[in-house]
């Protein structure tokens, strides 16, 4: 076990310094340059002459070999320093946190809903394999693997906010501005969390320690809420922490559809702006997040499993 998680967390910075070298490398991969980005957004259309080129490659430091660049800008973001937006010329490290800010708290609330729904809808399938509450529930959760958000969205938006009145169309100023944005992006992990939870109760409801614990005289609900579903959650719960971190870089659509103010539209914006610092910066502190949430999630599996422990001791 030891050794699988000193392996895990001497990965992790290896990791970071590659996604760091492949956002760095994107202008140059994708044909743009960045000087000319630089001075689009500061001088529109104009013409760039040689000496205003030459000013701004010496000013940002793009007249050095790109390997010091990169070192030069890992060390500013290692630092905290993430430059400045070429669009608002406000500091990139603000502009992003404080979209994370809003795409955590609207995935936060999505999962823990997700959650609410998913596990008592599995724990029902399960409880009647073949039949047809399994079925209806099996037919509603494919359902909902095959509706894209942006089909979702608009329907959501039609109903509630347009014919009922009952929530705003879009924006962020509110507890009830996150109800239809949270809902569609519950409803894949719905699904999945709901499928996930029937498969792992029925395996767990035919293991021994169920029959035991039936022998000793307690009840079907001990039984399954005390005993069963307790031992099914591991593989849920890993689930979940692997959708937090999908849902952080993953919501551009949602978030653009009712004009929410997160990562996904921050980014959204860059790349139509062509703002590289903030898709350069955008890019690691989105995939980092994930490698270091996946990472942690694989260890927390690791710790929790005692299959993988004693494999790890036998070995």
């Given amino acids: ?48 002459t040689p000496e205003i080129v030459a000013a701004v490659n010496a000013e940002l430091g793009l007249d050095k070999p790109l390997p010091i660049q990169f070192f030069n800008w890992v060390d500013h973001m290692i630092k905290g320093d993430l430059g400045k937006s070429f669009v608002s010329q406000a500091p990139v490290g603000e502009i992003l946190f404080r979209g994370l800010k809003v795409t955590f708290t609207l995935a936060l609330v999505s999962l823990l809903f997700s959650i609410l729904v998913s596990i008592p809808l599995g724990v029902l399938s399960a409880l009647s394999p073949g039949k047809w509450l399994d079925n209806t529930i099996a037919f509603l959760t494919q359902t909902g693997v095959a509706i894209p958000e942006y089909w979702f969205a608009p329907v959501l938006i039609l109903i509630f906010a347009l014919k009922l009145g009952l929530l705003p169309s879009a924006g962020w100023r509110g507890p009830l501005f996150i109800i239809m944005p949270a809902m569609t992006l519950a409803l894949r992990p719905i699904s999945y969390f709901t499928r996930l939870t029937r498969e792992t109760m029925i395996e767990v409801m035919q293991k021994d320690f169920i029959r035991a614990a039936r022998a000793k005289g307690l009840s079907e609900f001990q039984v399954i809420w005390r005993h069963a579903l307790r031992n099914s959650l591991i593989p849920v719960v890993t689930m979940i922490t692997l959708w937090l971190a999908g849902l952080l870089g993953g919501s551009v659509i949602v978030e653009v559809i009712f004009a929410i103010p997160g990562i996904g539209r921050v980014m959204y914006e860059a790349v139509i702006a062509l703002d590289l610092p903030v898709l350069q910066a955008g890019v690691v502190l989105i995939t980092g997040l994930a490698i270091v949430i996946n990472t942690f999630t694989d260890l927390g599996y690791i710790v929790l499993n005692p299959a993988i422990r004693l494999n790890q001791s036998d070995a």
Avoid: K
């Fill in 1 to 48: 076990m030891y050794t699988q998680i000193i392996r895990r967390l001497l990965i992790l910075p290896i990791l970071l310094l590659l996604v760091a070298l492949v956002a760095f490398l994107f202008p140059y991969m994708s044909g743009i340059d960045p000087t000319s980005a630089i001075l689009r957004s500061r001088i529109g259309e104009r013409e760039q």
